[in-house]
């Protein structure tokens, strides 16, 4: 019990209550940094995204872009900030940081031999958000694999494809990346006709249904620029191919294309124009007949008892 009241009588308490005070102020002084921090990264974005308006850039665009590098501006600053709180804590204990910055230094330096990839993924995912390759909300083909960029961290980068399989590529691995929604995208066709049906009507047409797909007040909104019909793409085994393409805003070329060619067949349908599709002749030895698979009707009824016999 002596030795208890001995250390207690010993014990600085004024030096504990005041380290005690500078500790708590030192975590207000955090606290409110990182508010002051979060207004002024909110004020950049809303800039970042007068910016790119002014510039030109597609709305959606700039906000994705300014998104993307306010968060890991955030991310940055937040470490930052609550590690030099931290050691100022440790300081306050009266605990020497020296030491730990001299041992964190060593200690880095073998993590960093030893951690060479990690590296390579962080310089990677630097440049790339430098250079503004990818955003959050891109739909991006990467090492073969295409998805929505739902993160893009300064160590890798995650997409979710159609399936809703979620896939992570360190960046320091990526070595293919193809953006589908930078600041616009399209949808690409391919028309099959018959060889029979006249080649401008057809063309004619596609453009027609594409005017008055840019005219629908829901699907033109989305549209950039009238249909573009390119011409004769290429001639097939079975088919004319025809080929062209409707410029779209990021992400909604797929809404577009699908409405453009339920169009398109009803068209089609309407004005009497064939799609072909392939056709098969089957043959069941020297005493056989080709299969009806292809023949007219009235052919097919001519040759059936034949076949029979």
Same mark, same amino acid.
């Given at each position: 019990?002596?030795?208890?009241?001995?250390?207690?009588?010993?014990?600085?308490?004024?030096?504990?209550?005041?380290?005690?005070?500078?500790?708590?102020?030192?975590?207000?002084?955090?606290?409110?940094?990182?508010?002051?921090?979060?207004?002024?990264?909110?004020?950049?974005?809303?800039?970042?995204?007068?910016?790119?308006?002014? &510039?030109?850039?597609?709305?959606?665009?700039?906000?994705? /872009? *300014?998104?993307?590098?306010?968060? $890991? #501006?955030? @991310?940055?600053? %937040?470490?930052?900030?609550?590690?030099?709180?931290?050691?100022?804590?440790?300081?306050?204990?009266?605990?020497?940081?020296?030491?730990?910055?001299?041992?964190?230094?060593?200690?880095?330096?073998?993590?960093?031999?030893?951690?060479?990839?990690?590296?390579?993924?962080?310089?990677?995912?630097?440049?790339?958000?430098?250079?503004?390759?990818?955003?959050?909300?891109?739909?991006?083909?990467?090492?073969?694999?295409?998805?929505?960029?739902?993160?893009?961290?300064?160590?890798?980068?995650?997409?979710?494809?159609?399936?809703?399989?979620?896939?992570?590529?360190?960046?320091?691995?990526?070595?293919?990346?193809?953006?589908?929604?930078?600041?616009?995208?399209?949808?690409?066709?391919?028309?099959?006709?018959?060889?029979?049906?006249?080649?401008?009507?057809?063309? &004619?047409?596609?453009?027609?249904?594409?005017?008055?797909? /840019? *005219?629908?007040?829901?699907?033109? $909104? #989305?549209? @950039?620029?009238? %249909?573009?019909?390119?011409?004769?793409?290429?001639?097939?085994?079975?088919?004319?191919?025809?080929?062209?393409?409707?410029?779209?805003?990021?992400?909604?070329?797929?809404?577009?294309?699908?409405?453009?060619?339920?169009?398109?067949?009803?068209?089609?349908?309407?004005?009497?124009?064939?799609?072909?599709?392939?056709?098969?002749?089957?043959?069941?030895?020297?005493?056989?007949?080709?299969?009806?698979?292809?023949?007219?009707?009235?052919?097919?009824?001519?040759?059936?008892?034949?076949?029979?016999?």
């Amino acid at each position: 019990m002596d030795l208890l009241t001995d250390y207690f009588d010993a014990v600085e308490w004024r030096d504990i209550i005041f380290s005690g005070m500078r500790i708590v102020l030192i975590l207000v002084v955090v606290w409110v940094l990182l508010i002051v921090v979060r207004g002024l990264l909110r004020r950049l974005e809303r800039s970042l995204v007068h910016q790119g308006q002014e &510039a030109g850039e597609v709305p959606t665009e700039a906000a994705k /872009r *300014a998104e993307t590098l306010v968060r $890991l #501006l955030r @991310q940055g600053v %937040v470490i930052v900030v609550w590690l030099m709180g931290f050691l100022l804590v440790l300081r306050e204990l009266g605990i020497d940081v020296g030491p730990i910055l001299a041992s964190a230094g060593i200690v880095g330096l073998a993590v960093g031999f030893g951690a060479q990839n990690l590296v390579r993924d962080v310089i990677a995912g630097f440049f790339m958000i430098l250079e503004n390759q990818v955003r959050l909300g891109d739909v991006a083909v990467i090492n073969g694999t295409g998805g929505l960029v739902e993160r893009v961290n300064f160590r890798t980068i995650v997409l979710r494809d159609l399936a809703g399989v979620v896939h992570v590529f360190p960046n320091g691995s990526i070595t293919t990346l193809a953006n589908m929604t930078r600041e616009w995208s399209a949808f690409v066709f391919d028309i099959r006709v018959a060889y029979k049906e006249d080649v401008d009507r057809v063309v &004619a047409l596609l453009q027609e249904v594409g005017k008055q797909l /840019r *005219a629908d007040p829901q699907f033109g $909104l #989305l549209m @950039q620029d009238d %249909v573009e019909v390119f011409g004769v793409d290429r001639l097939d085994d079975m088919a004319v191919i025809i080929k062209g393409r409707l410029k779209t805003h990021p992400i909604k070329q797929w809404d577009v294309g699908r409405e453009f060619l339920r169009r398109v067949k009803i068209a089609f349908d309407a004005a009497g124009i064939e799609t072909p599709w392939p056709q098969r002749a089957l043959y069941f030895g020297e005493t056989s007949q080709p299969s009806l698979a292809n023949m007219p009707e009235a052919t097919r009824q001519e040759a059936a008892p034949t076949a029979g016999k």
